[in-house]
């Protein structure tokens, strides 16, 4: 096992939750007794309030007792590729659900070792993550190359918004629709004489992109690590801000429960494989600056988010 201190956890809060993902998926982890021998047994339950973890009791009175007895034991644990392991001071006994139990204190370091270069989970399609880039105006000394490509993407981005304004516009009359069918005929009069008003206000007042979003790209990803990730490129109009060692900072990393701002370098650009033949696609591989510590522990709860969703799938 590697000794790299980065892989080295000591801020509580992603100890616990990692801690907590283990205990979750009932992992097993061996129980070093010195020496060669070991003692396998299974995390049980977490409480950070008081600070400890619950242990399997093993079936092995001897082992048990030389477990009890080590000071500052180790244990180590392989979970979905990543390479865990702990110390603490010493394992006492107690109680859980009225059984025997190993119990021991929430350890201060949690050693978890993921082969990053490697170690990738897919991304859902649904609720899918997503990078927002947003396009520096070109200045009056811009290249003439940067300044039609500026358009060209902008006009696109524009005919992306109104599609999406439109598709909510269609979603909401059908929905409307749908609520009409089952009204009486009394609300349904009713029904039509308000919506007749509310269509001729639209139409008055049609609504209209975000100016906000005007320059904004918004890329969803493929797949994630730790390291970096794998985006969707749709449209052949954003390229040209794609190309290869292209630096982008503090750009929004959008996930399902959180935002965190990452900056990246563009590594890699290379065709994707549409459901059309007639489509665009561009996957970009991009490798993540120096992230801070707590932006690094929101990308990893994203990437077990995903991992225990999709372990329940697999179960189901």
């Given at each position: 096992?590697?000794?790299?201190?980065?892989?080295?956890?000591?801020?509580?809060?992603?100890?616990?939750?990692?801690?907590?993902?283990?205990?979750?998926?009932?992992?097993?982890?061996?129980?070093?007794?010195?020496?060669?021998?070991?003692?396998?047994?299974?995390?049980?339950?977490?409480?950070?309030?008081?600070?400890?973890?619950?242990?399997?009791?093993?079936?092995?009175?001897?082992?048990?007792?030389?477990?009890?007895?080590?000071?500052?034991?180790?244990?180590?644990?392989?979970?979905?590729?990543?390479?865990?392991?702990?110390?603490v001071d010493q394992v006492r006994i107690g109680k859980y659900k009225g059984a025997d139990c190993f119990m021991i204190d929430i350890p201060d370091s949690l050693y978890w070792y993921n082969r990053?270069?490697?170690?990738?989970?897919?991304?859902?399609?649904?609720?899918?993550?997503?990078?927002?880039?947003?396009?520096?105006?070109?200045?009056?000394?811009?290249?003439?190359?940067?300044?039609?490509?500026?358009?060209?993407?902008?006009?696109?981005?524009?005919?992306?918004?109104?599609?999406?304004?439109?598709?909510?516009?269609?979603?909401?009359?059908?929905?409307?629709?749908?609520?009409?069918?089952?009204?009486?005929?009394?609300?349904?009069?009713?029904?039509?004489?308000?919506?007749?008003?509310?269509?001729?206000?639209?139409?008055?007042?049609?609504?209209?992109?975000?100016?906000?979003?005007?320059?904004?790209?918004?890329?969803?990803?493929?797949?994630?690590?730790?390291?970096?990730?794998?985006?969707?490129?749709?449209?052949?109009?954003?390229?040209?801000?794609?190309?290869?060692?292209?630096?982008?900072?503090?750009?929004?990393?959008?996930?399902?429960?959180?935002?965190?701002?990452?900056?990246?370098?563009?590594?890699?650009?290379?065709?994707?494989?549409?459901?059309?033949?007639?489509?665009?696609?561009?996957w970009i591989g991009v490798e993540f600056l120096d992230l801070p510590q707590s932006i690094e522990g929101a990308i990893l709860r994203y990437v077990q988010d995903i991992e225990r969703q999709s372990g329940l799938l697999?179960?189901?």
């Amino acid at each position: 096992m590697s000794d790299d201190d980065s892989a080295m956890l000591r801020n509580r809060a992603m100890i616990v939750n990692n801690l907590a993902m283990l205990v979750k998926n009932k992992c097993n982890v061996s129980a070093s007794l010195g020496g060669k021998e070991t003692l396998l047994t299974v995390l049980i339950a977490i409480n950070h309030k008081e600070g400890n973890i619950v242990l399997d009791y093993g079936s092995s009175d001897f082992l048990n007792k030389k477990l009890l007895s080590v000071k500052n034991p180790k244990f180590n644990t392989v979970f979905n590729g990543i390479q865990v392991s702990f110390h603490v001071d010493q394992v006492r006994i107690g109680k859980y659900k009225g059984a025997d139990c190993f119990m021991i204190d929430i350890p201060d370091s949690l050693y978890w070792y993921n082969r990053r270069e490697y170690y990738r989970v897919d991304t859902p399609t649904l609720n899918a993550a997503y990078i927002e880039l947003e396009l520096a105006e070109p200045e009056e000394d811009a290249k003439l190359e940067y300044k039609e490509a500026f358009a060209i993407a902008t006009d696109r981005i524009h005919q992306k918004l109104l599609a999406a304004i439109q598709a909510e516009i269609a979603e909401e009359q059908q929905a409307w629709q749908r609520a009409y069918q089952k009204m009486t005929i009394d609300s349904k009069i009713k029904a039509k004489r308000e919506r007749q008003i509310f269509e001729e206000e639209r139409e008055a007042n049609p609504v209209v992109p975000d100016p906000k979003l005007a320059r904004v790209i918004r890329l969803n990803l493929s797949d994630i690590s730790m390291s970096g990730c794998k985006l969707v490129n749709s449209d052949s109009e954003f390229s040209y801000f794609l190309q290869e060692l292209t630096i982008f900072d503090d750009r929004p990393l959008v996930m399902p429960h959180t935002t965190v701002d990452v900056s990246f370098k563009v590594v890699s650009v290379r065709p994707g494989a549409p459901l059309k033949a007639e489509d665009f696609e561009e996957w970009i591989g991009v490798e993540f600056l120096d992230l801070p510590q707590s932006i690094e522990g929101a990308i990893l709860r994203y990437v077990q988010d995903i991992e225990r969703q999709s372990g329940l799938l697999n179960n189901a």
